[in-house]
């Protein structure tokens, strides 16, 4: 059990720093004075104690001396509130084992020079254990060194050779007794207290923590020392580091993904508009018109490419389907060959038996397709690209290169080429939108980024093997699901005009309002109009007759569409709900109920009939 003191005269700061360093096997004393620090320490040892180097009318610094005397191998960490050069000094002067900058924000920092002073509080007060019974008596001295968990080895100061070393060194250097005692401790590795590389007798190297302490017996000077396998506590920290990369990168996909979603929502804004215009154009034009085919087609590439934006940034898993994995990859199979040319040869191996998964069948054929096309163009001079599905039993949950994956069964899709292969540097920011390797204008960077966002929309996740010169293979793991096959169908839209029913249009967007004011009108609906939420609850109170129809933007300032809704239906029971958004995420309503930006005013007016027809109220 590891004992630390806290000692600060601010109560915010001792709950803070308690909570940072509790941990299963540490005992924590709080002491809001020196008196009330100094009774700690009389009551039992402590490894390490964190002061404040300006307590209220008392000095961290004096309370510091006093502790190291009471306890010689206390590590004291000092708190002040301003680093510099005197406070290294003051330091260094009392002992102190290192120093901390308030406010303390960094945690990793705090928990790994603690950690540290533990350590050499530990190894400090077991080499001073060690010392005191060797003087005691050599007989003493033997079974302690012997039972010492760490390697201990004693040489010789002068010579350099080995006198003597404990079973835990035996067992790590792999050499007997009696070869250590023919050694000069030089040749185990480096002895200077440290992490060093040390030598096994095979010459296989490891970590090591070294510690030492000297005294004199019998007119000798003898250096006791000990030596720790620290190999484990190295992959431990690089684990950690890695750990808190993924977590980074995490961080940026998942702030980027919170960008092209709100830039794709605002974009579905301008669509609406767009698309909405280029009918009216259309019917006063003629639709074989050039200039409205060339507005229209521009809308629907610009609808195309939001819709890979909300796909990379949708984070809750959308309705899917029961489908049979390997009858989407037949499917794809089937157009991969044009897609692909003459110089790519194109391999399959589906499982039998392959469990089922809830997917879009679409957006499983995009994935496909996505990465295809990456693969074809990582073999400019042709090569081989293997589609393969396969069962999986995931028993422990694991860390992917697109993020983590939970246990379960899953249905995997991998998609292997012999292309070009890819740098550490490009697999660790081949999923942010934008980002790509291909030449200017041969590329928009979304083909990852959409496949990175079907995949987790599913439940799923996504991981990649590949280095340069070896090729690339990217891994789908997808939940496999019990559930018979679910077919949706789709709802037919109809433009049939109004009968005179009043729609209250809520919509923050000017333009937008507008356009919906005039399509609902012109097809005989009587409108009013609100920017936003209180608006429209005004608007509805002073509104004498009957509203049929609230439709109604999603993300408003202020109140939210479902906001809205839940207020006006206190007042209002009979009035059905049509909402619209950019988002693909945000589904108040069910699909029935929700129109997703940008749609033309044939889907808007469909929608409005078929709701006002209904026998049901919104939901």
């Keep these: 059990m590891s004992s630390i003191l806290i000692v600060d005269d601010e109560p915010v700061v001792l709950d803070v720093l308690k909570r940072l360093l509790e941990e299963e096997g540490r005992e924590i004393a709080l002491a809001g004075s020196p008196d009330e620090a100094m009774q700690i320490a009389a009551r039992g040892p402590l490894d390490v104690a964190l002061i404040d180097k ?45 120093y901390l900058t308030k406010p303390i924000d960094d945690y990793a920092a705090l928990a790994l020079k603690v950690h540290n002073a533990m350590e050499k509080s530990r190894l400090r007060r077991g080499q001073r254990e060690l010392l005191d019974r060797l003087s005691e008596s050599e007989a003493r001295y033997r079974h302690l060194v012997a039972s010492a968990p760490d390697a201990v080895v004693v040489y010789d100061v002068q010579s350099g050779l080995v006198q003597d070393a404990n079973g835990a060194a035996v067992q790590l250097y792999e050499y007997t007794l009696e070869e250590l005692t023919r050694l000069r401790a030089t040749q185990l590795g480096p002895t200077e207290p440290g992490r060093h590389e040390h030598r096994r007798k095979d010459g296989a190297c490891f970590t090591a923590d070294v510690s030492a302490t000297e005294f004199t017996l019998k007119g000798r000077r003898l250096r006791v020392q000990s030596v720790r396998d620290a190999t484990a506590a190295v992959q431990a920290e690089r684990e950690r580091r890695a750990l808190e990369e993924r977590l980074r990168v995490s961080q940026k996909m998942e702030a980027v993904g919170r960008l092209a979603g709100g830039v794709a929502h605002d974009f579905n804004n301008l669509l609406t508009i767009m698309s909405a215009h280029a009918e009216f154009l259309s019917q006063q034009l003629g639709p074989d018109n050039p200039e409205v085919q060339g507005i229209a087609r521009a809308a629907e590439r610009g609808a195309a490419l939001t819709k890979q934006l909300l796909l990379f940034s949708r984070h809750k898993p959308v309705a899917h389907e029961q489908i049979d994995l390997n009858g989407a990859v037949a499917d794809v199979m089937r157009l991969l060959g044009r897609v692909l040319g003459e110089g790519v040869r194109l391999q399959s191996e589906r499982a ?147 009968r005179g029913e009043t729609i209250l249009v809520v919509e923050d967007e000017d333009p937008v309002r507008t ?45 939210t569409g479902p906001e809205l809704a839940r207020h006006l239906s206190a007042q209002r029971p009979t009035t059905r709900v049509l909402f619209m958004t950019g988002y693909t995420e945000q589904d108040p309503a069910g699909a029935a109920a929700l129109l997703h930006k940008p749609f033309s005013s044939s889907t808007l007016l469909g929608h409005v009939r078929r709701l006002l027809d209904s026998g049901s109220l919104k939901t």
């Design 352 to 498: 039998q038996d392959l469990w089922g998964v809830r997917a879009d069948p679409d957006q499983i054929g995009q994935v496909l397709i996505n990465l295809a096309v990456n693969a074809r163009d990582a073999m400019p001079g042709g090569g081989i690209l293997k589609i393969a599905t396969a069962n999986e039993l995931v028993r422990e949950p694991r860390t992917l290169r697109g993020g983590e994956l939970p246990r379960g069964r899953y249905a995997t899709l991998s998609v292997a080429d012999s292309g070009e292969g890819m740098s550490e540097d490009v697999l660790a920011r081949m999923f942010e939108p934008f980002f790509t390797t291909k030449e200017f204008g041969k590329g928009t960077g979304l083909g990852l980024a959409t496949v990175y966002g079907i995949v987790r929309a599913s439940g799923g996740g996504i991981d990649v093997e590949s280095r340069p010169g070896a090729g690339s293979t990217f891994r789908i793991y997808l939940p496999a699901s019990d559930d018979a096959p679910a077919f949706k169908g789709h709802a037919v839209h109809s433009p049939e005009a109004g």
């Design 515 to 559: 356009l919906l004011r005039r399509i609902l009108i012109d097809h005989g609906y009587r409108v009013l109009e609100a920017r936003d939420g209180a608006d429209g609850l005004r608007r509805s109170q002073e509104h004498g007759g009957e509203i049929h129809l609230l439709l109604t933007d999603v993300v408003m300032p202020e109140m």
């Design 54 to 98: 300006n307590l209220q009318g008392a000095s961290g610094l004096d309370l510091s001396r006093k502790l190291k005397a009471l306890q010689p191998e206390l590590e004291v960490i000092l708190i002040t509130g301003y680093a510099s050069l005197d406070t290294a000094i003051e330091a260094v002067q009392i002992g102190a084992f290192d």
